[in-house]
């Protein structure tokens, strides 16, 4: 398959994806949404592929939501801004509900729906100086798409903290409130990779899908058509259409 938005690499069974809009800190559009959820369907469904990679290029993993396609989303209606949200948040299903495990590595700056795509993962990795931020407060909205994921990672506690304050906090945070799994420099970072990936290798593939089934029926969010996810669509639509919303969205595109 073919990619505008997205880099992909397939070697010994593993297959990596790479979030390639750098000159805009890999900020997320439409189209970038709709090929890493196609990227991430196709890997599941192929037989030789045993571990999913993703991360960003450039200076950082993802910075939320890109600034043309937030000015499209400011001029939308609800229906418009419903559909838009559902494809959002079937990109974190995808990869919450992949059998193949997903690890992600992140650097830079982890803004908003970047942290859906890390909450939905099986594992994080996160270089030492890397900033994340659920900063939809400060718009008006709500981080409503990525919360069943991130709720489901980190709990009830640690999720009033970041998404009511809106604050920056740091890979160690993150690491405390078990939004990612191990933080490194680089070198650090690329040999946690290469020991995650032996073992999963080394692991039956149908054990590690029933397992991850397993851990969603046990612990995490079972039904991949839970009302949860309309629930939060809806939210997030009309979360947009709000006056409030639409002022601190114009102030923040000036």
Known sequence: MDFTTLQI?????VARIALNRPEVRNAMNALMIKELTEAVDWLDARDDIRVIEICGNGKSFCAGADINYMKDIASFGYNQNLEDAKRLSKLFQKIYFCNKPVITLVHGAVIGGGNGITAASDIVL????????????????????????VMARCGEAPARDLMLSGRKFTAQEARDYKLVNFVGDIDEINKKLDAYIDDLLKASPDAIRDCKHLIRNVGGISNPY??????????IAQERMSDDAQERMREFLK
């Open 126 to 149: 996160a270089e030492k100086d890397t900033v994340f931020a659920f900063s939809e407060v400060k718009l008006g909205l709500t981080p409503a798409t990525i919360s069943p994921f």
């Open 226 to 235: 839970s009302s949860v996810f309309d629930m939060t669509a809806q939210l």
């Open 9 to 13: 690499g397939i070697e010994k069974n």
